[in-house]
């Protein structure tokens, strides 16, 4: 059994060395079994036209969390499969947190759900929910066959 402060800095190390995670700011909050929380906080390089988070931004969130969610229910490497995100308001407060969480769990694949709320001053405001299966990566034998 790992340590649960020893998962979570291994979660945050494979963070780190996601380029596109870097350049967005994403911290890995909360990280265990089948569960994880991600957040970004609503830089302006972030936002669009109208002030609000990017919907690629919340859209990305969403994935990664989904993601880690079920890479850590199914214990092996992991890539999404698909996934849809309802956008429900505007994400335009100070920063967006995604808990995750996988919902059924098979050898091959899993599905995960995930709440995105807009967080400011403690208060968070629900601006999407998303859905998606996370499929296990083929050995490297099956994958170049």
Same mark, same amino acid.
């Given at each position: 059994?790992?340590?649960?402060?020893?998962?979570?800095? +291994?979660?945050?190390? !494979?963070?780190?060395?996601?380029?596109?995670?870097?350049?967005?700011?994403? #911290?890995?909050?909360?990280?265990? $079994?089948?569960?994880? *929380?991600? /957040?970004?906080?609503?830089?302006?390089?972030?936002?669009?036209? +109208? %002030?609000?988070?990017?919907?690629?931004?919340?859209?990305?969130?969403?994935?990664?969390?989904l993601t880690y969610a079920c %890479?850590?229910?199914?214990? !092996?490497?992991?890539?999404?499969? *698909?996934?849809?995100?309802?956008?429900?308001?505007?994400?335009?407060? *100070?920063?967006?947190?995604?808990?995750?969480? /996988?919902?059924? !769990? $098979?050898? $091959?694949?899993? !599905?995960?759900?995930?709440?995105?709320?807009?967080?400011?001053?403690? #208060? #968070?405001?629900?601006?999407?929910?998303?859905?998606?299966?996370?499929?296990?990566?083929?050995?490297?034998? #099956?994958?170049?066959?």
């Amino acid at each position: 059994m790992v340590d649960a402060d020893a998962f979570l800095q +291994m979660g945050r190390e !494979v963070l780190a060395k996601q380029p596109f995670s870097v350049l967005l700011g994403a #911290e890995l909050m909360a990280l265990e $079994s089948g569960r994880r *929380e991600l /957040a970004v906080a609503i830089a302006d390089a972030l936002k669009q036209q +109208m %002030g609000f988070a990017h919907g690629g931004g919340v859209s990305y969130l969403a994935d990664n969390a989904l993601t880690y969610a079920c %890479g850590t229910a199914m214990q !092996v490497p992991v890539v999404t499969s *698909e996934y849809k995100i309802n956008y429900a308001r505007p994400a335009i407060d *100070e920063r967006l947190i995604a808990p995750a969480r /996988a919902v059924h !769990v $098979s050898r $091959s694949q899993a !599905v995960c759900r995930c709440e995105l709320f807009a967080l400011r001053g403690g #208060e #968070e405001k629900l601006c999407a929910i998303a859905q998606g299966t996370i499929a296990k990566l083929p050995d490297r034998n #099956e994958a170049s066959t």
